[in-house]
C-alpha cells in the first residue's frame, strides 16, 4: 500500500467519525508492531496538510522483557518529528508471577493500557489513537459473537469517563493485507514480541477463522465489516458520510 492510500484512507475514517477536533493533542500508542507503526506514519504525515490543526506524541509502554529494543523506533520518531516516549514498567515480572489459571493476555491488556492512558494524561493529552484495522473490528466481533453471545466490536470512538480521555481508531477502514504491504514497502523497524502468549489466543483463533472465511467466500470481510458499521452497536457513533456498499 502506497502511503498516499494510507492517508486518504485515515482521513476518511477521521472525517467521517470527527476524530479530531481543532488543538487536540494525540497520543499514539507504539507497541513496536506493524499496525502502531503504520498508524504513527500516517498521523505524523496528516497532521502537516490536514485542516484542522492537532499536536502528536509517541508512547511505548515498556513491560519490562529483555531484549525488547526500541532504538530503531526512537530513529522513526525522530525522521517524522514525533516527541517520543517510553514507559518503563514491571508489567512482564507481574504476568510471571500471576498464579492464575488460564491466559495471561486479559490482565496484559489491562495493565499496559492503564499504564498507557496514565502516561496519555500525565503528558498532557486529551486523546489517544489506538492502531485497530479493519480486521481487528471484525475479529472483535466474532470474540464477541463466540464467546459472549452478543453482537459487538469497539467503537471508533469512545470517551473514557474516568479518565477524561477519547479513544480514537484512525485505522478502521484498512486492511492488515495492507498494513502489511505498507510496512514492507516502507521497510517500517517492527519490534519482535516478547509475549510467551504470542500467537496462541483466543483472538489468534479468531483471526484464523475470519481468513479461512475469506479465503472460501472472498469479499467477505468487507461485507461482515459492512454489517458491523450499520449494525447499531450500542455506543456507537452515527458516520458523518453513511458507509456506502462494495
Known amino acids: 500500500m502506497k502511503l498516499q492510500k494510507l ?3 485515515v482521513r476518511r475514517a477521521i472525517d467521517d467519525y470527527q476524530m479530531i477536533q481543532p488543538n487536540d493533542k494525540i497520543a499514539v500508542g507504539i507497541s513496536g508492531g506493524k499496525d502502531s507503526l503504520t498508524l504513527l506514519y500516517a498521523l505524523a504525515g496528516l497532521r502537516k496538510f490536514y485542516p484542522v490543526p492537532f499536536e502528536l506524541i509517541a508512547i511505548s ?8 529494543d526500541l532504538s530503531e523506533v526512537k530513529e522513526l520518531c525522530s525522521k517524522l518529528q514525533v516527541e517520543y516516549h517510553i514507559i518503563n514498567t514491571q508489567i512482564g515480572e507481574i504476568l510471571t508471577s500471576n498464579t492464575q489459571k488460564g491466559s495471561p493476555c486479559s490482565l496484559c491488556a ?3 493500557k492503564g499504564a498507557l492512558n496514565q502516561a496519555v494524561k500525565d503528558l498532557g493529552c486529551n486523546k489517544v489513537a489506538y492502531a485497530h484495522h479493519m480486521d481487528d473490528i471484525i475479529e472483535t466481533m466474532f470474540l464477541s459473537l463466540i ?5 459487538y466490536s469497539f467503537s471508533p470512538v469512545t470517551h ?13 477502514y484498512v486492511l492488515e493485507a495492507d498494513v502489511i504491504g505498507f510496512k514492507n514497502k516502507y521497510e ?6 516478547p509475549c510467551p502468549a504470542d500467537g496462541h489466543t483466543k483472538r489468534e483463533y479468531a483471526k484464523q477463522l475470519v481468513r479461512q472465511i475469506h479465503h472460501e467466500n472472498p469479499g467477505a ?6 454489517a458491523i458499521i450499520n449494525g447499531n452497536i450500542e455506543g456507537w457513533p452515527s458516520q458523518i458520510t453513511p458507509m456506502k456498499k462494495g
Open 147 to 151: 464467546f459472549e453471545g452478543r453482537f
Open 221 to 226: 470481510k468487507q461485507r461482515m465489516f459492512h
Open 110 to 112: 489491562k495493565l499496559r
Open 160 to 172: 473514557l469517563d474516568r479518565m477524561n480521555l477519547t479513544v480514537i481508531r484512525p485505522l478502521m
Open 7 to 9: 492517508y486518504s484512507q
Open 188 to 193: 517500517l523497524p517492527v519490534v519482535h514480541n
Open 61 to 68: 509502554v515498556d513491560l519490562g522483557y529483555p531484549d525488547f
